[in-house]
Nanobody, 122 residues
């Protein structure tokens, strides 16, 4: 199990930037793929982006391509999600999750953070 803690959420105006962080407390962090998911009340949890254990592989949902960038610093056990040109539809609780397999499927992820709220105002 990897314990994950998200931070960096908040209120931002549409078009603005925000960077989320996901800090992990496990020696196995560097062996894990990390993904960001998001969920708005009343909607299903949605995959946003994932990065492979080495950081060499990245994948994004179409709606965030060109706006969001996922990165990781294995020396600091941290993954980042840099979000630019935010839209109101990006409003959600954002969760980071860890998996030993690189996947876009939520059920492949065995460890989850508690989530951080991102609210984009118009």
């Amino acid at each position: 199990q990897v314990q994950l803690v998200e931070s960096g959420g908040g209120l931002v105006q549409a078009g603005g930037p925000l960077t989320l962080s996901c800090a992990a407390s496990a020696r196995t962090f560097s062996s894990c793929a990390i993904a960001w998911f998001r969920q708005d009340p009343g909607k299903e949890r949605e995959f946003v982006a994932t990065i492979s254990s080495s950081g060499g592989g990245k994948y994004y949902i179409d709606s965030v391509k060109g706006r969001f960038t996922i990165s990781r610093d294995n020396a600091k056990n941290t993954v980042f999600l840099q979000m630019n040109s935010l839209k109101t539809e990006d409003t959600a609780v954002y969760y980071c999750a860890a998996s030993f397999s690189w996947s876009t499927r939520s059920w492949d992820y065995h460890s989850w953070g508690q989530g951080t709220q991102v609210t984009v105002s118009s």
